[in-house]
């Protein structure tokens, strides 16, 4: 861990000068200048109150925060091939149940439907990418055909079969993860 570049980081990021930073904890400007060069180190005690000024705290200081994924590859992808039901599902994002959101990309064959999702909190988007669906919601019955988009509050038991003679596919988001 680079202790200088980090201490000069959440100093430029407090809108601090080094000069400001060394009246608020009793140090010099050079030694703070020395410090966010790796030209120096500061004692334990010294460090402390230099983190008090940068509002922040030592735990948090040396804690090594992973940077959040953005872009998901197909080989973040997980994909769950079940034949006899005729569907996929591919999940989109890795480690998406911990998340607001949950996209999976579902294919259905011919005959091939989802499993019966029970009623639950949250709600579910899904946009027709190929094919048609019947989305059973409840007593009710949709079409959605390609090009078409589904959201309702899943209060209601809900799944989506392939009734029509080609493949199917939908990008299916629920909120909060239910898949």
């Known amino acids: 861990m680079d202790i200088g570049e980090k201490i000069k ?4 990021k407090h809108g601090l000068t080094q000069e400001e930073l060394a009246a608020r904890t009793e140090l010099s400007k050079g030694f703070i ?3 966010e060069r ?7 005690a010294t460090l402390l109150d ?23 590859g197909s080989e973040d992808m997980f994909i769950k091939e079940e034949p006899e039901s005729g569907r996929s ?13 949950e996209p999976i990309l579902v294919t259905l064959a011919p005959g091939g439907e989802t499993a019966q999702d029970l009623p639950h909190e ?24 390609k090009g078409d988009s589904f959201y309702f509050k899943p ?3 809900h799944y989506l079969a392939n009734t029509g003679r080609a493949e199917a596919k939908v990008l299916w988001v629920s909120s909060p993860p239910s898949f």
């Open 38 to 44: 790796n030209l120096t180190s500061p004692s334990i």
């Open 9 to 12: 980081r959440l100093r430029l």
């Open 155 to 157: 209060s209601e038991t």
């Open 50 to 72: 230099m983190l008090e000024a940068l509002g922040t705290n030592i735990s948090d200081f040396f804690s090594e925060q992973q940077d959040e994924k953005v872009v998901f």
């Open 89 to 101: 599902i591919r999940w989109l994002v890795t480690s998406a149940q911990k998340n607001a959101l």
């Open 122 to 145: 949250g709600e579910e988007f899904g946009y027709m990418l190929s094919g048609s669906v019947t989305l059973y919601l409840g007593d009710r019955k949709f079409k959605v055909k």
């Open 33 to 35: 200048s020395q410090l």
